[in-house]
């Protein structure tokens, strides 16, 4: 009998190796039991080496992020999932109907949402050091096993600090110059509130907007499970309650005119604090601190567009890292980019992710994002039927987009169907008239405009949509050489 356990259950090549014993021992899905790690439940015939796997490296991204999940089945049920891949299904993950796509689908978002809470909810405190320096130590509770996968993150935003981040899962340890992983951690261990945890208060109180009070909407973003650990969250309860007269005031006060635009810069809130959002307002220069970092105008413009309430759907921001050399434009999430927040990740985006495949474009060397940020749609028979945005989105969502582009500054824009077309240039364009050809985008940048893969998947025949997709590939082809 043959036994795989796991010893590490939540790394990729740990259970790459196992998975591809079990398949060279030819043991299939059903003789795997359901519980953490991997395990034969039958007598087994003689193993042979193991064989090197062939699959789509969507599969490989999957896996690596499923595997964080707490779900005891999700080794055998990624098991299940390679055995089809490997015995006559390479293209499994592209049936967004298959139950079995759908269940790992799930565990895939529930892992991004976590990763996503981790890091707006992190907050650290300064403890002092015999040293003399400050040591950053922040308390945080994840839902999956995601602070390996996440701790880079924070070594990227906080590089020049000392910072400890502890779990009841392990903890993470950066000393400027080497992350190492180490034993949980307790609540205990946080040194004692400081002076920052006021001007998370502070922050927090100014850019609080009665007017737009949406509870439900606040509880999803800001779950209350998290509360205990945010300075911020204890002056909730009286912000509400104060909402309804603030909100009186305001409208017997009536219209005003604006105050005068004042010179103001733009500041962060002290490093040591949070990953958070970038606040423009003018302040001493001894209380906020100054950047010029792409990623951090990116990430304070999320955190603009996830105050804005347009649309009761979820803000879908861009995916990419600045100074990308393509910047791909879409039109709107759709159903599942609305759920997991992130874009080209429903039907449309598994295709736009094979082509991008398929002509050597790495997506993670892109940057993808929407013309407009949040889900537009209607129900029919209980479910959410997309709906084509209007003139109204396009211009309300259309000086963050151009922000956007400009904090990104990409060697070239493509744009992926006509309402991107219409938001980049302004100009109700037709697609079809212009596929193809390189013109004048925001700025002088030049821009590739063709279709949405979403328009592939419309097609009714075969014929067409073989016709379509080719073309759709000498599309990606000449983009990626406009810029090689």
Request: aromatic share 8%; hydrophobic share 40%.
């Amino acid at each position: 009998m043959i036994a795989a356990r796991l010893d590490r259950p939540a790394d990729l090549a740990c259970w790459r190796d196992a998975a591809r014993a079990l398949v060279a021992a030819r043991v299939p899905p059903e003789e795997v039991a359901r519980e953490p790690g991997l395990l034969a439940a039958d007598p087994l015939p003689e193993a042979i080496a193991p064989p090197e796997l062939r699959v789509p490296r969507a599969f490989v991204e999957l896996a690596g992020i499923v595997l964080r999940h707490r779900d005891p089945e999700r080794h055998a049920l990624l098991y299940r999932a390679l055995w089809r891949i490997t015995h006559g299904e390479r293209a499994l993950l592209d049936d967004a109907t298959d139950a079995l796509v759908l269940r790992l689908e799930g565990l895939q978002r529930a892992v991004a949402r976590d990763a996503h809470k981790m890091h707006a909810f992190v907050r650290f405190r300064a403890a002092a050091t015999p040293e003399g320096d400050a040591h950053h130590i922040a308390w945080y509770e994840p839902e999956h096993l995601i602070l390996e996968a996440e701790a880079p993150f924070f070594v990227r935003r906080f590089a020049q600090l000392r910072w400890s981040i502890l779990t009841p899962d392990g903890s993470a340890h950066w000393d400027r110059q080497e992350l190492r992983f180490g034993p949980p951690g307790e609540r205990g261990q946080m040194p004692p509130a400081d002076a920052g945890e006021e001007l998370w208060r502070a922050y927090y109180a100014s850019i609080f907007n009665p007017a737009r009070l949406k509870p439900a909407a606040m509880r999803q973003n800001m779950p209350k499970k998290f509360w205990r650990n945010l300075p911020e969250a204890q002056d909730i309860p009286r912000l509400v309650q104060e909402a309804p007269a603030r909100v009186e005031a305001m409208v017997a006060r009536g219209f005003s005119e604006p105050a005068p635009v004042r010179q103001s810069r733009m500041y962060l809130m002290p490093r040591h604090l949070t990953s958070g959002p970038r606040v423009e307002e003018t302040m001493p220069d001894d209380l906020f601190t100054r950047s010029d970092d792409p990623a951090d105008a990116l990430a304070a413009l999320r955190a603009e567009l996830e105050g804005d309430a347009y649309r009761d759907t979820n803000l879908v921001f861009g995916e990419g890292r600045p100074g990308s050399a393509l910047m791909f434009v879409g039109e709107q999430p759709g159903d599942e980019e609305d759920r997991q927040k992130r874009p080209f990740v429903g039907p449309a985006g598994k295709l736009f992710n094979r082509a991008l495949e398929e002509v050597g474009i790495p997506r993670e060397e892109a940057y993808v994002t929407n013309a407009v940020k949040r889900f537009r749609y209607q129900m029919q028979g209980g479910r959410r039927i997309h709906q084509t945005p209007d003139a109204g989105d396009i211009k309300h969502y259309r000086p963050f987009l151009l922000r956007e582009v400009g904090l990104v500054k990409p060697r070239l824009l493509v744009t992926l169907g006509a309402t991107a077309l219409k938001a980049l240039t302004g100009k109700p364009l037709a697609v079809t008239k212009v596929r193809g050809e390189v013109m004048e985008g925001p700025d002088g940048r030049p821009l590739f405009p063709t279709v949405h893969p979403s328009y592939l998947l419309r097609l009714p025949d075969e014929d067409s949509k073989r016709r379509e997709w080719g073309r759709f590939l000498e599309d990606l082809k000449r983009v990626h050489r406009e810029v090689m």
